[in-house]
């Protein structure tokens, strides 16, 4: 029972790197989103896809890349990295009814020095 | 636009006592979808409890009830016979029919012996 994987979990970045933050899942769900979550902000929406080949902004795209070829993966590049994209990362799908349930992966705590 | 507002960052509350969460949200969608997530120390999103725009009757999970007041736009989290593993965060979060899903600030909830 994978459910939604991301990698890589950690991750020290230097300012100016690019790099892409990887989930995938295996519910064969319409719905996969990119969350960052900093102290006091709680999760910020960056991007979301409603299925393959569609892609939005959220609250906070900037700085941010999203693509959606598959229905299963949803890479999140960092094109030119900042110390205030110091966060912690969190992939999650869902089914594309209004009530169908939200699922998370574990996480990526990303440090930009 | 739509948008949760969570008002407590944090609570105390004494083991056994009833707490409750607060969060309203807004939206102009008739079809939406409210959300519970409890977030321990270790990071991991834990889904609680679900309530849909249509629904008639509060719903409910075990110790968790959800106050769905329609009118006011409340859909504030009850938990009944608060016990000391009920520390961690919890964040409520709103989907608008097939659209995005966004979540509030979170509160940060201490259970005291």
């Known amino acids: 029972n994978a459910g939604v994987t991301q990698t890589p979990k950690f991750q020290v970045l230097k300012t100016g790197q690019s790099m892409t933050l990887q989930c995938a899942q295996d519910?064969?769900?319409?719905?996969m989103s990119w969350y960052r979550q900093d102290p006091g902000m709680g999760l910020r929406l960056i991007h979301y896809s409603v299925g393959a080949g569609i892609t939005d902004q959220g609250e906070v795209p900037n700085g941010y890349n999203v693509s959606r070829s598959t229905t299963e993966d949803f890479p999140l590049r960092l094109l030119s990295a900042a110390p205030s994209q110091t966060s912690v990362y969190f992939c999650?799908?869902?089914?594309?009814?209004?009530?169908?349930?939200?699922?998370f992966g574990e996480g990526s705590w990303l440090t930009v020095v | 636009a739509q948008k949760i507002t969570q008002t407590q960052p944090g609570m105390f509350v004494q083991e056994k006592e009833a707490v409750t969460l607060d969060c309203t949200y807004d939206?102009?969608?008739?079809?939406?979808?409210l959300f519970w997530y409890k977030q321990p120390s270790s990071g991991e999103m834990i889904f609680l409890i679900y309530?849909?725009?249509?629904?008639?009757q509060n719903a409910t999970e075990g110790r968790y009830s959800l106050n769905f007041q329609k009118a006011r736009k409340s859909a504030n989290l009850v938990i009944s016979a608060s016990q000391l593993g009920d520390s961690a965060m919890y964040f409520c979060?709103?989907?608008?029919?097939?659209?995005?899903?966004?979540f509030g600030k979170g509160t940060r909830l201490h259970i005291l012996p």
């Open positions: 309530q849909g725009s249509y629904d008639q």
């Open positions: 999650a799908s869902s089914g594309a009814l209004v009530g169908n349930t939200i699922y």
């Open positions: 939206t102009s969608d008739p079809s939406y979808g």
């Open positions: 519910m064969n769900h319409e719905y």
């Open positions: 979060a709103m989907r608008e029919g097939y659209d995005k899903i966004i």
